[in-house]
């Protein structure tokens, strides 16, 4: 997907037809969790154009230019060629899903009163995203390194299994 804002917008129209929902609460329908995967690659997007912009503030060509932000035409074409150069895919959700419960969900796990019932279910939740990341991890790997790779490395893991 791309980090090109008006192309994200095209991008994520085909996910936003299925369902629209805060990532705020918690879906409770499959158009609901649609309308969470829409808002998560929406945000996702975003935080991979923080990082775009932030590596452009320290090229030479845009501290040549003078400027601290992207309010003139010439730094925001250095923006714009980076962020054409630049998308986000499986893998950039995953990093920043696990920043996120590392870093940031996790400290709401001591703090307040009210954590306990914001955070219910939190644990048995992550233990279903593990499950779930490893498929798409394992789908993901198994086209990266190709059939035959694959079969011998899930062999190495479950001797005698065939992962097909």
């Given at each position: 997907m791309s980090v090109i804002p008006a192309t994200v917008e095209t991008e994520l129209a085909t996910v936003k037809v299925r369902g629209q929902h805060s990532l705020v609460n918690k879906p409770t329908t499959a158009q609901e969790a649609w309308g969470c995967c829409a808002e998560y690659l929406s945000g996702t997007a975003g935080w991979e154009r923080s990082n775009v912009e932030e590596r452009v503030r320290e090229t030479a060509q845009f501290k040549a230019l003078g400027v601290s932000d992207f309010r003139t035409k010439a730094a925001r074409e250095l923006r714009d060629i980076s962020y054409a150069r630049r998308g986000?895919?499986?893998?950039?959700?995953?990093?920043?899903?696990?920043?996120?419960?590392?870093?940031?969900?996790?400290?709401?796990?001591?703090?307040?009163?009210?954590?306990?019932?914001?955070?219910?279910?939190?644990?048995?939740?992550?233990?279903?995203?593990?499950?779930?990341?490893?498929?798409?991890?394992?789908?993901?790997?198994?086209?990266?390194?190709?059939?035959?790779?694959?079969?011998?490395?899930?062999d190495d893991l479950v001797p005698g299994i065939r992962a097909e």
């Open positions: 986000i895919s499986f893998l950039h959700q995953a990093s920043r899903y696990r920043g996120k419960a590392n870093y940031r969900d996790a400290i709401y796990l001591a703090y307040g009163t009210s954590v306990t019932n914001q955070l219910s279910g939190f644990v048995d939740d992550m233990l279903i995203v593990l499950k779930g990341f490893a498929a798409m991890a394992g789908a993901y790997c198994s086209l990266r390194v190709g059939k035959t790779a694959w079969i011998d490395f899930a």
